[in-house]
Each structure stands twice: as structure tokens, then as C-alpha cells.
């Protein structure tokens, strides 16, 4: 199943439990606009290669919209449309003042130079510059794509609008992004995974965790984690994992990934499992944070962790969601659980705006306190109504997005 399909079956629970009439629902489901553009690259050997490139930007009912750009092969109309729906009840999820949108290009990064991405990302701007911008709609980095891609779209942008930091946020410190913003996703999912913890009465040192993917969020969360005592158990990226029941060595990890281009491939602090092994090791808690859809009706049942914590973008399917919900296994999903990104993403853009500057404790400080709001309002909601942690944060943020569709009228 796509993540379009999921988002929609989650969304429909969330629609029933709030009771919205069929014209609300089409209304809320259906997207302000989807654009799919050509971008052709002049490749490092003078060949041409044509790429093709999404934006859709679902809702801004509650403000600018705003979702992440992806880079990765399997980019298509289809999963950028389930991500942006995503985006827009999870920004109304954390309560910040924002829509949803995402994009993404059909392409393999790692096939191209440095210079070939510079390219390719300055093309794709060419083609959507009047598309986005600050208060219309605002792009992030995500899978594929980073600080300096953010960079470039900035940059880029300022060549038809003049200078517009607040057009694209994720970008790197020393380029008007803001300390705080690059850890956010980890430690949002890291200090969300302790609160699930605590609540659950649960949160012991040395909990053990298994974490697939070591990018952006893979490696804060943990950071974060390793430095709350927890024991990190697996970890994997890409081609394969490391497992180690007494506790994998979490700095040596981000050392050796570090010092050989992100990959943890031939580390020799652990012993070597498979991404499917991953997902079935025995630990305290999973956090699937690489691509989406990896637990499905197929290997749900192998799941031997009590607790998930969704620090991808639609990892569960429906199905698996389902198995996990009758086993009394606990998912905290997505929308809430890796929502630390695009808050600091408003922090950044706010900066950006008054051209003025944080540091990094007041970054942390709110981040915690919004996230932190946002749990409790989940917690309860579940509690009062009797439904999933993941049913309460969709009926959280399909309600609120709802009242303010209401609110603004449609006239
Ligand atoms: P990233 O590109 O920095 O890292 C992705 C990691 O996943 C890499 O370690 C890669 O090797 C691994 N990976 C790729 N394919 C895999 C596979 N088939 N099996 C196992 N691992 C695989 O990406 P990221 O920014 O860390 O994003 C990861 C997930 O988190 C995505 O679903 C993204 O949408 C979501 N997300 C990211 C942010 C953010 O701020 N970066 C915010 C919210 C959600």
C-alpha cells in the first residue's frame, strides 16, 4: 500500500470518530495544487539527463504550507501526495501555524556528483520559483537531500525574488539556518520515545533500542537517546546492520559512519544483521527511521519490541498498524513523533523573518515544551476516547485543520 493510501485510511478513522459530513472530508483530502515539472541536467560528462520533479502543496487552511523535498529513486506523484497530506496534520498536530506540502525528484543521489546535485537542484527551483516562498509555501531538506541543497534553493531563489532566507528553512547555520534545527527530528523523536517511556512506566536505564536508518534522524535520535542511558541494541542503513546485546558503542558508531561518507557498512562493533533482522530483534523499543512501508501484514507478527516509534514518514501500513494494535503493541506515530523537524523548521523560519537570532538553548527549550504540549493532548485524547495514540494525534489534527477551514470560510 502507498503512503497516500495509508494517510487516507488513517484520516478516514480520525473523520469518523469526529463525525465530519462527506463534503469536509473531500475537501480536506484533496490537494490546492499538484505540479510535476521537467528538469533537465547537463551531467559532469556533457551528456543531458532529464529528471522529473513534484511539488504538492496540500493544504494551508492554518498557513503557509511546508514539507520536505526528497531526493530518492522511488519519488513519484503518488507518494509526494500521501507525504503532504501528512505534513499538513502534523504541522496542526504540534499546533504551529502552517499547512502541508512536499516534493520530491526521481533521482538516486548517490549517482550523481556534487556539482550534478547543484544543478539538478537549481533547475528544479528554475522551474517552481513562482510556486513557493515564504508565505505561500515552504520547502524543507528530507530523504536525499540536506543543509546545502537548502542552500541552494535559497540561493537560487534570491536570484528572481531577492533575499529570502525565509523561503526554504533547514539550511546550514553559517547560511542563515539556526543551531538546534539539524538535531531536531532525533532529539523530537528521542525525548518523545522517553515521555511513551515514562508513561508507560517503563522508562528504566539501559532500555534497549533498535533503530533502522543512520541519516539525519537515525543518528539524533541515538545520540540523544544513548546520552538518556538508553542501550542502543541494532542499528542498520542502507546495506545492512549491526546488532550487539550488550549495547552498540554509540559514538564509535557516529565516528565511523562519519569518517566513511554516512555508511556503517564494515563497522567492527557489532554483529551483522539484515534490515529484515532489524525490524524483528528483540528490544524495548523499535524506531524505524530510514523509508516508509517497511512493516507491513508481512512481518508485523515478527515484531518482538512492545513500543514503536515511527521516526520515518509512514513506515506501518494499515495492515501491519492493525496486527500491532491487537498484539498491545504501541505505536506512536509519525505525525507526532518526528514532528520535531519541521517546529524548528518554523523556529528558523520566524528568525529568519525578524532577522534576529535564538541561540541554541531557547531552540531546545521550546522544541521540548511543543512537543512535550502536543504528547500530553495526544495521551489524553487517546485515553478519553479509547483509541490509538495514532487515531488521537489524526483526530487532533484533522480537527483543528477542520475548525479552521470552517473558521476562514470557503466562500
Ligand atoms: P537521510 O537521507 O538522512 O537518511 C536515511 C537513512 O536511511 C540512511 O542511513 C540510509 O542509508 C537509510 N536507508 C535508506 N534506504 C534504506 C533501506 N531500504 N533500509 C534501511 N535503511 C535505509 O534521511 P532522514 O532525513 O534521516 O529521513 C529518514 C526518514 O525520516 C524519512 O522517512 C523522512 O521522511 C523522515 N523525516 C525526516 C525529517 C528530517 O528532519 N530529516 C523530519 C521528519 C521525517
Not at 40 to 69: C, F, W
Not at 360 to 384: K, M, P, T, Y
Request: with cysteine.
Amino acid at each position: 500500500m502507498r503512503s497516500s493510501d495509508a494517510t487516507r485510511v488513517y484520516f478516514d478513522r480520525a473523520a469518523d470518530q469526529l463525525d465530519l459530513s462527506s463534503n469536509m472530508r473531500q475537501l480536506l483530502l484533496t490537494a490546492r495544487r499538484e505540479v510535476q515539472v521537467q528538469i533537465p541536467v547537463e551531467l559532469d560528462s556533457g551528456e543531458l539527463s532529464t529528471y522529473i520533479g513534484y511539488r504538492v502543496q496540500h493544504n494551508n487552511a492554518r498557513g503557509p504550507m511546508k514539507g520536505g523535498l526528497r531526493y530518492h529513486p522511488q519519488v513519484d506523484l503518488e507518494e509526494v501526495r500521501g507525504l503532504a497530506a501528512l505534513m499538513t496534520w502534523k504541522t496542526a498536530v504540534v499546533n504551529i501555524p502552517y499547512g502541508g506540502a512536499k516534493g520530491g525528484v526521481a533521482v538516486d543521489p548517490s549517482k550523481l556528483s556534487h556539482r550534478e546535485l547543484e544543478r539538478l537542484t537549481r533547475r528544479f527551483v528554475d522551474a517552481i520559483h513562482e510556486l513557493f516562498g515564504p508565505d505561500v509555501d515552504i520547502p524543507a531538506p528530507d530523504m536525499g537531500t540536506s543543509a546545502e541543497t537548502m542552500a541552494w534553493i535559497m540561493n537560487q531563489y534570491g536570484k528572481y525574488h531577492g533575499f529570502s532566507p525565509a523561503c526554504v528553512t533547514g539550511k546550514p547555520v553559517e547560511y542563515h539556518g539556526i543551531p538546534g534545527r539539524e538535531e531536531a527530528t532525533g532529539r523530537g523523536v528521542g525525548s518523545l520515545t522517553l515521555k511513551l517511556l515514562s508513561r508507560l512506566g517503563r522508562r528504566l536505564p539501559g532500555t534497549r533500542i533498535a533503530i533502522q536508518g543512520f541519516g539525519n534522524v537515525g543518528t539524533f535520535t541515538a545520540r540523544f537517546l544513548h546520552d538518556a542511558e538508553c542501550r542502543l541494541v541494532a542499528v542498520s542503513d542502507a546495506n545492512g546492520g549491526f546488532y550487539r546485546a550488550e549495547g552498540l558503542d554509540v559514538p564509535e558508531l557516529l565516528r565511523y559512519a562519519q569518517s566513511h561518507s554516512g555508511r556503517l557498512e564494515g563497522f567492527p562493533g557489532g554483529e551483522s544483521i539484515s534490515n529484515a533482522e532489524l525490524l524483528a530483534v528483540e528490544c524495548d523499543v523499535l524506531i524505524p527511521a530510514a523509508l516508509g512501508g517497511v512493516l507491513t501484514e508481512k512481518n508485523a507478527a515478527g515484531v518482538r519490541a512492545p513500543l514503536i516509534v515511527e521516526g520515518a514518514n509512514a513506515p506501518v501500513t494499515p495492515e501491519a498498524d492493525a496486527i500491532f494494535d491487537a498484539g498491545g503493541i504501541t505505536v506512536l506515530p509519525d505525525i507526532l513523533a518526528n514532528a520535531g523537524g519541521v517546529t524548528a523548521s518554523w523556529f528558523e523560519w520566524v528568525q529568519n523573518r525578524q532577522h534576529y537570532q535564538w541561540g541554541i538553548n531557547r531552540v531546545r527549550q521550546e522544541l521540548d515544551q511543543i512537543l512535550g504540549e502536543a504528547f500530553e493532548q495526544v495521551w489524553q485524547l487517546a485515553s478519553s476516547r479509547k483509541v490509538s495514540l495514532r487515531t488521537a494525534a489524526y483526530m487532533l489534527g484533522v480537527g483543528r485543520v477542520g475548525r479552521a477551514t470552517v473558521l476562514g470560510g470557503i466562500m
